[in-house]
């Protein structure tokens, strides 16, 4: 019964503007379903396979996110039903979303992924790719994926100056562009060690996974 209680407690304490997803990668069924039956929707997965396997079994109004980084030869295997992909990283990608949505008769909902970490390990777009794809009108011609915002993810560091920092320079970012005066615009940053942090810094979507599950297998 501990999910439900982590649950609650996690909810009471996010300013009402920010939407909890809960990363339920390497998760068992039962535990989401825990947290389903306590009227949770949102869960988010790292993995192609996992997802598809669990999207099968698990109720069909759960709004799946995909977290993970996104090889464009697994797209058409979520493209039916995904609900959001955070962690769109390259134009490939994008064009490859595009076309699977498509064929899917959908629009899919995607954040850009933005490289704000000092390590270079992590994926995603520099701010200056970023700003070069909207400058250039490809996103206008991808009629079948909206871009609604931005996810990001800070260094793996003990330093908070420097989480805050991190995520402070998307949040400023985001706002130079277009997408941010959109209602349903979403800054996708903080995860079970940081999420305050990222809330501080202008995030309305937390990716929480172990604060709610526990450790995962
Ligand atoms: C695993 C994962 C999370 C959740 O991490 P926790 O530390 O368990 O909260 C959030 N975002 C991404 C992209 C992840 O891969």
Avoid at 29 to 41: D, T
Avoid at 122 to 127: A, L
Avoid at 163 to 172: A, D, G, M
Avoid at 186 to 197: A, P, T, V
Wanted: net charge positive; with cysteine; charged share 25%.
């Amino acid at each position: 019964m501990f999910v439900k209680e982590n649950l609650i407690k996690i909810k009471n304490n996010l300013p009402a503007n920010v939407k909890l997803i809960a990363v339920s990668k390497k998760q068992p069924h039962a535990v989401i379903k825990e947290a389903y039956n306590f009227g949770h929707l949102d869960f988010g997965e790292n993995y192609v396979q996992e997802l598809v396997d669990k999207q099968l079994i698990l109720p069909k109004d759960i709004r799946w996110h995909f977290i993970g980084h996104l090889q464009s030869n697994k797209v058409k295997y979520i493209a039916p039903f995904v609900h959001l992909i955070h962690g769109v990283d390259s134009v490939s990608l994008l064009l490859e979303i595009n076309k699977q949505a498509k064929k899917n008769n959908r629009v899919i909902n995607c954040l850009l992924q933005i490289h704000i970490a000092q390590e270079l390990t992590k994926f995603g777009f520099s701010i200056d790719d970023c700003f070069d794809l909207f400058e250039s009108n490809l996103l206008l011609k991808l009629e079948n994926v909206k871009i609604i915002g931005f996810m990001a993810m800070a260094s793996n560091t003990d330093d908070k100056m420097q989480i805050k920092k991190e995520f402070q320079s998307l949040n400023i970012f985001s706002k130079k562009t277009q997408i941010y005066n959109q209602n349903d615009f979403c800054l996708s940053m903080g995860m079970s060690e940081d999420y305050n942090l990222a809330i501080e810094e202008g995030s309305n979507m937390v990716r929480i996974g172990s604060l709610i599950f526990g450790q995962r297998q």
